[in-house]
């Protein structure tokens, strides 16, 4: 038996957005979905899902298709990414390595 995922209505709007943003850019390039589909790596319907919003498709792939038609994420400085990554992870470093649930309840009621 399967789980039933739901998902957010900003999460519903943001992939179909995504997909839309996908589409247009590669139409705007001229590139069926047999082309788009070929140099992501992935089938026609995968594509088709990725471009109608479906929030069920890899991050990666999404990302891959938006890269490739020109689709700004984030930023599309890829120094400023690299920098990014770099400063996320210096963080992340600083943070505690596991998340444990306090065992005493917390007075925060000044």
Same mark, same amino acid.
């Given at each position: 038996?399967?789980?039933?995922? =739901? ?11 995504? !997909? ?7 139409k705007n390039?001229?590139? %069926?979905?047999s ?17 109608? !919003? +479906? ?7 999404v =990302? ?5 038609? !020109?689709?700004?994420? =984030?930023?599309? +400085?890829?120094?400023?990414l690299?920098?990014h990554l ?5 963080t ?7 998340i444990?649930? %306090? ?6 009621? =000044?």
């Amino acid at each position: 038996m399967s789980k039933t995922r =739901f998902f957010s209505q900003y999460t519903k709007e943001a992939t179909i957005l995504l !997909g839309r943003l996908i589409k247009l850019r590669r139409k705007n390039r001229r590139w %069926s979905t047999s082309d788009l589909a070929q140099r992501v790596g992935i089938s026609r319907v995968t594509l088709r899902k990725i471009e109608s !919003g +479906d929030p069920g498709c890899s991050v990666g792939l999404v =990302f891959e298709a938006a890269s490739l038609v !020109g689709v700004p994420l =984030f930023n599309s +400085d890829h120094t400023t990414l690299t920098t990014h990554l770099g400063r996320t992870a210096e963080t992340l470093s600083l943070m505690p390595q596991t998340i444990r649930k %306090s065992e005493r309840d917390v007075d925060d009621d =000044f």
